[in-house]
């Protein structure tokens, strides 16, 4: 799908298991060469390659890979494309064991269908940080920017000549499932992503590309949706002094009308570590 002149978006849906559906959004940045934000569950490259084919291009023009963090459903087809077109892989340090060796990632964050969605490790290249000032080709300028939280180090791409920020899964969405590493990081995150100057447009990996107005508004709803976790944790644990970890991870999953996941593991993962954080007054 055209986003704007020179952006296109690519929607992959794929399976965790057989009963959880869910998809993803890649983002392919057109010039004199072909750059992608994420690459999408193993498998995926044939569809970029299909979709590019069909603008006339193909996945040997693929110059640079920018990862936004870790994450199968991010790096699942990374080593074919890489395979293919010989292209300049991108991620933060703090991402670069879980991509460059996918066993250690499955060790230290098991999911189900793990290696179903991520089809073999592959190299990165160049290792970034706040601030760089990525430059590929004429016109396609990438500021990076450092947005942990959701894992520690996921990272946003701002495209300055178009003033797009890419940001990854740096935004929860209100109502899905709360996945992040570190709760107080990923709030720190939305509002230092809320401030950013000259971002006419957003284009999150598992929501809709909108404008600034939209796009501030959702990061409000982020905001208040992480500020309400951590405050329910608070709540839960002042009224349930004697309750084991379990009960404590089953009240706050009732209270936040969030029942159905109570046993799903990166629920669990999530919230485990803000009640972690706040028994030990962190």
Known sequence: MRILDGLHRLKIVFNVTEDIERSVYLYLLLGEKVHLIDTGVAGSEVRIAEYLA???????????????????????????????????????????????????????????????????????????????????????????????????????????????????????VAGDIPIFSNLRDSVESLKKIRSLPAVKYYAPAWDEVCDSGDGKRNLDAALACLQGIAATVKDVLSRNTDASREEILTATALALNLRHLSKHPLFRKSIGGVIDQALQGC
């Open 54 to 172: 069909a603008l006339g291009r193909n996945s040997k023009e693929i110059d640079s890979i920018f990862i936004t963090h870790a994450h199968p459903d991010h790096i699942g087809s990374l080593y074919a494309l890489r395979k293919e077109s010989d292209c300049t892989i991108y991620a933060h340090d703090s991402e670069k064991s879980w991509i460059e060796d996918i066993d250690v990632q499955y060790k230290e964050r098991p999911i189900p269908n793990f290696y179903g969605l991520v089809a073999a490790s592959a190299p990165v290249d160049v290792t970034v940080s706040d601030g760089d000032i990525l430059s590929p080709e004429p016109g396609i300028s990438i500021r990076v920017i450092e947005t942990s939280g959701h894992s520690q180090g996921s990272l946003s791409f701002h495209w300055l000549e178009k003033q797009i920020l890419f940001t990854g899964d740096a935004v929860p």
